[in-house]
T-cell receptor
Framework: GEDVEQSLFLSVREGDSSVINCTYTDSSSTYLYWYKQEPGAGLQLLTYIFSNMDMKQDQRLTVLLNKKDKHLSLRIADTQTGDSAIYFCAESSSSGTYKYIFGTGTRLKVLA | NAGVTQTPKFQVLKTGQSMTLQCAQDMNHEYMSWYRQDPGMGLRLIHYSVGAGITDQGEVPNGYNVSRSTTEDFPLRLLSAAPSQTSVYFC??????????FGPGTRLTVT
């Protein structure tokens, strides 16, 4: 079945770049997403990429998609303490865009 | 627009009790879904709906019922609560081919 995998933890120093990685199995995914969850809060959509794109940049965020390897990454430039959160990768399943498969989430800790 | 709203925010139940988690959206989205979030497991799909009157099971449907009598509302019912249902529950909605919007979540503890 469809699966999305992420590493559980990442720690970086303030001002450095963070790279959060994700692998997925469904090669027919239409969209891939990155969500941010702050403590005690819901999920906030950060960015998404259509499956026919290789890269998308949005201010400090850069998303890279390698369809051949089914690998998605999120790069946060100049990471700040406010970026500390859990980041979820998700794909819309091949069954339709109303079913989303989420990764386990990567907890990013930014050290001052 | 209020977006996706969920009530209650917190709930404590005893084993065997039943309750309904409420979810409403005011964006006229066709698609709505319920997820549960457990540590180290990400979000898992419980049930989803592609329109009023249509529901289907997700990855972990056992112990939960849903109905969709209107476009706006998608309640999740726990029939007989069990400690394994202790979790954070998120409701989401989206238009066709659109990105999902999530509610703030309901934190449920079953003792």
């Amino acid at each position: 079945g469809e699966d999305v995998e992420q590493s559980l933890f990442l720690s970086v120093r303030e001002g450095d770049s963070s790279v959060i990685n994700c692998t997925y199995t469904d090669s027919s995914s239409t969209y891939l997403y990155w969500y941010k969850q702050e403590p005690g809060a819901g999920l906030q959509l950060l960015t998404y990429i259509f499956s026919n794109m290789d890269m998308k940049q949005d201010q400090r965020l850069t998303v890279l998609l390698n369809k051949k390897d089914k690998h998605l990454s999120l790069r946060i430039a100049d990471t700040q303490t406010g970026d500390s959160a859990i980041y979820f990768c998700a794909e819309s399943s091949s069954s339709g865009t109303y079913k989303y498969i989420f990764g386990t989430g990567t907890r990013l800790k930014v050290l001052a | 627009n209020a977006g996706v709203t969920q009530t209650p925010k917190f709930q404590v139940l005893k084993t065997g009790q039943s309750m309904t988690l409420q979810c409403a959206q005011d964006m006229n989205h066709e698609y709505m879904s319920w997820y549960r979030q457990d540590p180290g497991m990400g979000l898992r799909l419980i049930h989803y709906s592609v329109g009023a009157g249509i529901t289907d099971q997700g990855e972990v449907p056992n112990g939960y019922n849903v109905s969709r009598s209107t476009t706006e509302d998608f309640p999740l019912r726990l029939l007989s609560a069990a400690p394994s249902q202790t979790s954070v529950y998120f409701c989401a909605s989206s238009p066709p081919l659109g990105t999902p919007s999530f509610g703030p979540g309901t934190r449920l503890t079953v003792t």
